[in-house]
């Protein structure tokens, strides 16, 4: 018997047919809205809110196998009401995100956009020493908001670039302190001393807006703000204030809050490099994350567990 699940249309070319055996698969489209019927299970890009009133349009659902880490774009207690098992994609992003944020942490830090841009406006006049200098990463602090995969993983690239380490977590990663001599602080210790600060944390309840005209006024003079997390943990339009104000050094961002959308004063902003949302878009980044996500569904509705779950199975 095969099931009939819901797949984004998206992901077609980065599934092998194999990995589809057994279902009955109706792909639908970014736009699309989600429909009502008797499919099982639903496999959705993180740009769709699946909340009380589609998952109710589900009744028959079983499983949103979520092709993301995040999963703020799902109502989970509206899903775990209702029985239904939650996964997301851990790992196997990780390191294509923390090489972003790499590239951000450099972009911002020796202001590459600045230079490209002044490269093809014809205007640049040859080697100049006071030209477009910028932050020596070697005897500075790099903050990371959240030490989980990512922020580890970000870490761990850190010494090599001759950075000190400073994390905020709810709780200790004492092997991480030991492989890269990251120093736990509280947030305030973490804004007030870091060079570069970069987010790791989820969007949740929590965290949304914990980047905010106050948070930005206890950084550093000059400090760098990195985002490659999502873009509900900062208050754009302080953040926008702060890099008009020249308070703020620079922002790298990969994540919005409205998006596709962009805050208009960021993009305006000065010092700012600002990238489509492409943490995790490697080719095989993003083959392993359709992977993961259709392995969750096959495994839920052959009876077994979900490999990922984000929340502990019923009667597990
Ligand atoms: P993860 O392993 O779950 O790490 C998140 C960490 O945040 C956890 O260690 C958790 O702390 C910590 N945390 C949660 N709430 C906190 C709070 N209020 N204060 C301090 N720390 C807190 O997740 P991940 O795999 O690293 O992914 C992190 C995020 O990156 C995802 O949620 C997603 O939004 C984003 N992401 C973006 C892209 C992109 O394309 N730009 C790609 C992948 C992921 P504890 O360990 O103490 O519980």
């Known amino acids: 018997m095969s099931h009939r ?13 194999a990995e589809l055996a057994g279902l009955d698969v109706t792909w639908i489209a970014s736009g699309e809205p989600t429909p009502r019927g008797d499919w099982v299970a639903i496999v959705p890009l993180l740009t769709r809110w699946m909340g009380g009133t589609e998952l109710k349009n589900l009744p028959k659902l079983r499983i949103v196998a979520n092709v993301a880490v995040g999963y703020n774009n799902v109502d989970v207690v509206a899903a775990e009401m209702r029985g239904v098992l939650v996964t997301n994609t851990p790992g196997v992003l990780t390191d294509a995100t923390a090489d972003l944020t790499w590239a951000l942490i450099l972009a911002t830090a020796r202001r590459l956009v600045e230079g490209v841009d002044l490269v093809r406006s014809g205007k640049w006049t040859g080697w100049h020493p006071e030209q477009l200098l910028g932050l020596e990463l070697r005897g500075h602090t790099l903050g990371l908001l959240g030490a989980g995969r990512i922020g580890q993983a970000v870490g761990r690239r850190a010494p090599a ?3 000190r380490i400073l994390y905020a977590a709810r709780t200790a990663k004492p092997d991480f302190e030991r492989d ?19 987010l790791h944390v989820p969007s949740s309840p929590e965290t949304k807006g914990i980047i905010n005209a106050k948070t930005l006024g206890r950084m550093k003079p000059g400090a760098l703000l990195i985002n490659t997390s999502r873009g509900d943990l900062v208050r754009e339009e302080a953040l926008a204030q702060s890099l008009e104000d020249g308070q703020l050094g620079a922002a790298g961002l990969d994540v919005y809050a409205e998006e596709p959308a962009i805050h208009p004063r960021l993009l305006a902003a000065p010092r700012t490099v600002l990238l489509p949302h492409i943490g995790s878009a490697t080719e095989e980044t993003r083959r392993k994350m ?27």
């Open 5 to 17: 699940v819901l797949v984004a249309a998206e992901l077609r070319n980065l599934l092998e047919p």
């Open 180 to 198: 890269t001599g990251a120093t736990r602080v509280p947030l305030s210790g973490l804004l007030n001393d870091s060079d570069i600060v970069s």
């Open 290 to 316: 359709a992977t993961m996500a259709i392995a969750n569904v096959q495994s839920v509705l052959s009876g077994k567990l979900p490999l990922t779950p984000v929340y502990p199975p019923p009667g597990t």
């Open 161 to 163: 670039f001759g950075l």
